[in-house]
């Protein structure tokens, strides 16, 4: 064992200290531990490939540039590594909010996260893993290798912090020149993504749900008919019969072999869902063969763990098993034999429905393989459970056909995972906070190793508009993972169901995608053989710059830039982008239009591009070749093009051809010509085209034949000018002239479609919040400030802060329009406030005013009331009988580590935990006037404090992930001069 300046520090001597270390797998990777016997107990390694490498010191006499110190507390370890001011820090792997990562902090908990936002810290993969970026521009990868519950803290400048159950080793990757040779380091540890098959770089459609064949088959004839490319149609969970995995309900899917031919016919791809949660019921097939190899996952008592899940009661196979894999490999295998060309892993966190941490308990008991940790409860395996059933998954579907590369996607995840399954970023929302965080968060989990993801398209929850859909199809079709998806109860969101200018940016955005794809395709070869990202942040371009570190609404798929306005009040043509220095030309395909994003070349760069497409199925090998080009400073370029047959692994054999193209500049003539090729596959027979790049959108023309010289003559420089100018001119009035997408109202195609509405925002001291008064003037979002957490748990239409008029659940007063009667944004001198009023029937009224203190900005106040306004004849002046009760859902971010704590009126202490379900609590039980909530696992409590005399009742309701904490006035009929009012307030607090 290495150690630090000649001097030991173990665990076992100090509780802290700086880490040993030992050099492995190759040089400038370095492995931490506390101390010699911590390194001996640590578990092996399940993100490396191969945990030996993790293991097996290297003969390297170089010395790590930054040495980790720790310090172990309450059975905790906390690794910190400092770094030089100036530093940038990313990675972090599946996590919503900013690109640059400094200032957060995250929980590595794989969780069913469904309408997350930008402040929540734990989604459905995790990735205990930091990408530092250097003032100088080096990297420096850090990874905390344990599958447990993880904090990274990065809230500290230039300082990362690592807080999970002792003990675990971390690994450093560095520092190396630049942030992609940290990548290509770290693939050597994990593996690099898997090769996919060609078809799946198309567009994807799909919904939950296509509820049956004739809906799918119409759906893809849509797209035919429409021209509008995509090669695949997704099949969700009601496929299935009565939700039963590897099943087809007889009646909507009556014969998925007829089907899946249907699509092929028509040059589409099949991908069907299976989750884990098998129906515990005797006679159907998968439980009984299940049980009968004892493959379930046990609770603490040794019995099989039930669940509910989609079908109702569920057992959940124990993947850390290798009999468990090979039995799920089987029934996979045997599932694609109805013609599946893909599967689609959903629920895998595992999800369990009806409990408050959303997930089975940690107390179950996983019987799993040594090389992954033997025997272990849940809280050991939770993370990788997603990865281990992708793996499972894919290792089925290459059983199948040892011919065709699998295609797995898969919700949840961890570091490695890349290596069986591509991903996605979840139950997203359809608003443009959303568009815009789907560009970092495909970033981040292309620079925590896992290139191969996108986002659902136009949002999964809720509806978006014309504007919103068309403009996140314009990015989103630049993702290396691009598929369309909504959730059930939505409107459609087809290309073609938001009217005729969208559907038309829609069809430009896909075509300009299926012309990128020998240049994507490629792209893919190198992240599958060296490692490198496939979409990457614009700072990569220039690592020194800093100015380029926070850009969000651009990114890099190699030497191709693309710039997305992701505003919804201006377009491409209205935003000016920074770029990298150095030369970058604009071109495009003929398709500018201010809803799609601007593509720039690198100068020194050649990429391969197709033709036009003149069908959209998939694209013959024999099209012709284009290639894009744009001279540096010194008059060269190069580039790269992978080719084989699409599928298959010949191109492992050398059945694949490398085309190294380059193009020089000599006495006004650019020569274009092959430098070099590698593998054995046979050039086509083709035209070769050359689009040279000149600036400001113009370019030269030139073709020939693929393989042999071509020349370019470059004009005169009066004649470059003018070419110049000509392009420019015709590029502004082409953008002038676009056919934009509407903004608001109905749109020129399909009506009846109700668009979505912007909330209203107050933002002030402490606090964010998002209130929509057009249903129930519902209070969305609750973002505290200092410590980035979101409160509320809410979507537009449900949930989050509501308020009722009577003691029934969702009585009047939680859908009724409000009305905004008063805003003050900070123009009055006093404070930042909201008026809200809605008519609840009978001459009633609920009334609500949301402020912020200029005094106290810490504090949330919120007083309500119910107002008789206009009580009819012969009622005596009193209405109807009313309680006015306020029913706040709040987000449990540590589902274990929350309880309610108070102190009730008679003095009694009380600490309430989610296992207590349901309670209420009346009369001198009540608390005395404040409660909390409190969070154990981040430090924080959220004090809520009420006017006592106004509070009749307290109710705490715990839920799937949510609590509610609710106060109630009493219950009596109101008058002009007698209202019922509840005045409270939050503030956030860090506990003791």
């Not at 009622?875 to 109807?880: K, P, Q, Y």
Request: some cysteine.
């Amino acid at each position: 064992m290495a150690e630090y300046e000649g001097e030991k520090v173990t665990a076992d001597d100090a509780p802290s200290g700086n880490m040993v270390f030992e050099p492995v797998l190759e040089e400038g990777v370095f492995r931490f531990d506390c101390s010699a016997s911590d390194r001996d107990i640590a578990h092996p390694s399940v993100s490396f490939m191969d945990s030996k490498l993790r293991d097996i010191p290297i003969m390297i006499h170089r010395v790590p540039d930054y040495i980790p110190t720790f310090e172990c507390l309450h059975g905790n370890q906390i690794v910190t590594i400092e770094l030089p001011t100036g530093t940038s820090l990313y990675g972090t792997g599946e996590v919503s909010g900013q690109l640059e990562r400094t200032g957060k902090r995250i929980f590595t908990w794989n969780t069913d996260a469904w309408g997350y936002g930008s402040g929540t810290t734990s989604l459905y993969q995790s990735h205990p893993w930091v990408l530092a970026v250097l003032p100088n521009g080096e990297a420096l990868g850090v990874l905390a290798d344990t599958t447990r519950r993880c904090e990274i803290d990065l809230r500290m400048e230039s300082t990362m912090k690592f807080i999970a159950p002792a003990a675990y080793p971390v690994i450093t990757f560095g520092p190396f020149a630049s942030p992609i040779a940290v990548l290509t380091s770290l693939s050597h540890a994990i593996g690099t993504v898997f090769m996919p098959p060609k078809w799946s770089l198309g567009y994807h459609q799909c919904r939950w749900s296509y509820d049956s064949d004739e809906k799918v088959l119409k759906t893809a004839g849509t797209f035919r008919e429409k021209g509008i490319p995509c090669d695949v149609i997704w099949m969700d969970i009601d496929y299935m019969e009565g939700f039963r995995c590897f099943t087809f309900d007889q009646e909507r899917f009556p014969d998925p072999k007829s089907l899946v031919n249907d699509l092929h016919i028509n040059g589409f791809k099949a991908i069907w869902m299976l989750d884990p949660g098998i129906k515990r019921e005797d006679g159907y097939f998968v439980y009984d063969s299940g049980s009968e190899s004892d493959v379930w996952i046990q609770k603490a008592d040794g019995g099989p763990f039930v669940g509910k899940v989609w079908p109702g009661a569920c057992v959940f196979p124990d993947f850390t098993q290798e009999k468990t894999r090979k039995w799920w490999a089987k029934l996979v295998k045997d599932f694609t034999s109805n013609g599946v060309d893909g599967i689609w892993n959903d629920m895998n966190e595992p999800a369990v429905f009806k409990t408050v941490t959303k997930t089975m308990p940690e107390s179950n008991i996983h019987r799993g393989d040594a090389e992954l940790g033997g025997c272990q409860n849940h809280s050991h395996y939770h993370n990788v459970y997603g990865m281990l059933m992708a793996r499972s998954t894919y290792e089925g579907m290459k059983m199948a056909s040892g011919k065709k590369r699998p295609f797995v996607l898969t919700r949840a995840g961890f570091v490695g995972s890349q290596r069986y399954a591509a991903t996605w970023t979840g139950d997203n929302l359809a608003n443009w906070e959303h568009l815009h965080m789907s560009i970092s968060m495909v970033l981040q989990l292309g620079l925590s190793g896992q290139p191969l993801s996108g986002p659902d398209i136009g949002g999964f929850a809720g509806n978006a508009t014309p504007k919103l859909f068309g403009r996140w199809m314009g990015v989103g079709a630049m993702f290396p993972f691009c598929r369309g998806h909504s959730e059930t109860g939505t409107i459609d969101h087809e290309p073609w169901s938001f009217g005729e200018e969208c559907e038309e940016v829609c069809r430009l955005a896909l075509l300009r995608r299926y012309r990128l794809i020998p240049h994507i395709y490629t792209l893919f070869y190198m992240a599958h053989t060296n490692g490198t990202p496939i979409a990457a942040p614009t700072f990569f371009a220039d690592p020194k710059n800093p100015s380029l570190r926070t850009v969000e609404n651009s990114f890099l798929l190699g030497s191709l830039l693309i710039c997305s306005s992701t505003v919804p009040d201006k377009g491409l043509d209205q935003l000016q982008h920074l770029l990298p220095s150095g030369i970058w030309l604009r071109f495009d395909f003929g398709d500018a239009h201010p809803d799609l994003p601007a593509l720039y070349l690198q100068g020194g760069s050649v990429i391969p591009v197709g033709p036009p497409l003149q069908h959209v199925g998939e694209a013959s090998l024999t099209d012709d070749l284009l290639l894009i080009m744009a001279l540096d400073e010194h008059g060269k370029a190069e580039g790269v093009l992978f080719e084989d047959d699409g599928d298959g692994y010949e191109f492992i054999h050398g059945g694949y051809l490398l085309t190294y193209y380059v193009a020089e500049l000599q006495s006004s003539v650019v020569t274009v010509k092959v430098l070099k090729t590698e593998g054995s596959w046979k050039r086509p027979k083709r035209g070769l085209h050359v689009h040279l790049l000149l600036g400001g959108g113009a370019k030269l023309e030139a073709s020939g034949t693929d393989g042999e010289e071509l020349q370019v003559r470059m004009p005169s420089e009066p004649e470059l000018s003018s070419l110049v100018a000509t392009s420019e001119n015709q590029h502004r009035t082409f953008l002038e002239n676009a056919k934009r997408i509407p903004d608001l109202g109905e749109h020129s195609g399909q009506k009846g479609i109700e668009l979505s509405r912007t909330p209203v925002e107050l933002k002030s001291g402490d606090w964010v919040l998002k209130v929509v008064p057009w249903i129930g003037g519902r209070m969305i979002s609750m973002l505290h400030l200092p410590s980035e957490t979101q409160w509320l748990h809410s979507r537009v239409e449900i949930d989050g802060y509501e308020e009722y008029s009577g003691v029934e659940y969702r009585s009047a007063g939680c859908s009724e329009e409000y009305t905004v009667t008063k805003l003050n944004l900070e123009q009055s001198g006093g404070e930042e406030s909201l008026t809200l009023e809605g008519d609840i029937g009978g001459g009633l009224v609920l009334q609500r005013q949301i402020s912020i203190l200029k005094d106290g900005p810490k504090v949330l106040r919120i007083d309500s009331s119910i107002l008789a306004r206009n009580v009819g004849a012969g009622s005596g002046g009193f209405s109807r009988l009313v309680c006015l009760r306020v029913h706040p859902m709040f987000t449990l971010l540590h589902p274990t580590e929350v309880f309610v704590a108070f102190v009730s009126i008679e003095g009694s202490k009380h600490e309430i935990w989610p296992e207590s379900g349901e309670l209420l609590f009346e009369g001198d039980l009540r608390p005395n006037g404040v409660w909390m909530l409190v969070d154990k696992c981040s430090g924080l409590s959220l004090v809520n404090r009420f006017n006592i005399k106004e509070v009749y009742k307290c109710l705490i309701h715990w839920g799937t992930g949510t609590v509610n904490l609710e106060l109630w006035s009493e219950q009596r009929p109101v008058s002009r001069d007698t209202p019922l009012t509840i005045s409270h307030e939050y503030e956030v607090r860090p506990i003791p």
